[in-house]
């Protein structure tokens, strides 16, 4: 994505206003779609990704099977050298205003993208469990992730783009081990996981 492509934002405060949103995994329900897709502009994504003032939206995914989850480990040809190196629990994307075209809802179409893009499975329709939100982390004060969860139907799976991303499948009992070194969202998934 190129840094001077448009961008899917809101603002932070009027979000703030509206919802109670604590640092962490937040269980709202799909109110926040409508506000979403009511309140929402695209900004260059050079500008969004220094700009608190705006909370980019990104739909973000974990995939399961049975008892494991899709483990991915981000490398340094991934265009947030940020998030260089750490584990993730999750794909995500940024909305692109090519996605708001009227006819869909652009978050869902950001997200079948961010999936047809970043892995071939087969699996079930995404569900939507909440929304992530950090405020003490130079790459959580301007996104916003909504998190949906996926089942793949077979351990099979391919990555497209290798050159930028590993991933195995590894037991539920066996994450807190990559927990230190997972990116802060997948740390608030294996938390909220861990407590329920």
């Known amino acids: 994505m ?8 809101v603002e932070t405060e009027a979000l703030y206003a509206k919802f109670e949103l604590s640092r962490g995994l937040n269980f709202i329900g799909d109110e926040i779609f409508d506000y979403i ?6 900004i260059t994504r050079e500008r969004a990704e220094s700009d608190p003032d705006y909370k980019q939206i990104i739909p973000y995914v974990t995939i399961k099977h049975g ?6 480990q981000r490398k340094s040809a991934q265009t947030e050298a940020r ?7 999750g794909l995500g994307g940024h909305i692109t205003r090519e996605a708001d075209d009227g006819s869909h809802n652009p978050i869902m179409t950001g997200l079948y993208r961010e999936l ?11 569900q939507y469990i909440g929304v992530i939100n950090d405020d003490k982390t130079d790459v ?11 089942h793949a139907e077979s351990k099979n799976f391919g990555l497209p ?25 997948s740390q608030f998934i294996l938390s909220a996981n861990s407590n329920s």
């Open 2 to 9: 190129s840094i001077s492509e448009n961008v899917m934002v």
């Open 37 to 42: 897709l009511s309140n929402h502009c695209f």
């Open 67 to 72: 008892d494991m989850w899709l483990l991915f």
């Open 83 to 89: 998030l260089h190196s750490k584990y993730s629990l």
């Open 116 to 126: 047809r893009e970043e892995i071939t499975l087969e699996h079930s329709e995404p």
């Open 140 to 150: 959580g004060r301007v996104h916003l992730g909504l998190l949906f969860e996926v």
């Open 161 to 185: 783009e290798a050159d930028k991303m590993s991933a195995a499948w590894v037991k539920s009992g066996e994450l807190a081990g990559y927990q230190p070194l997972m990116e802060t969202w």
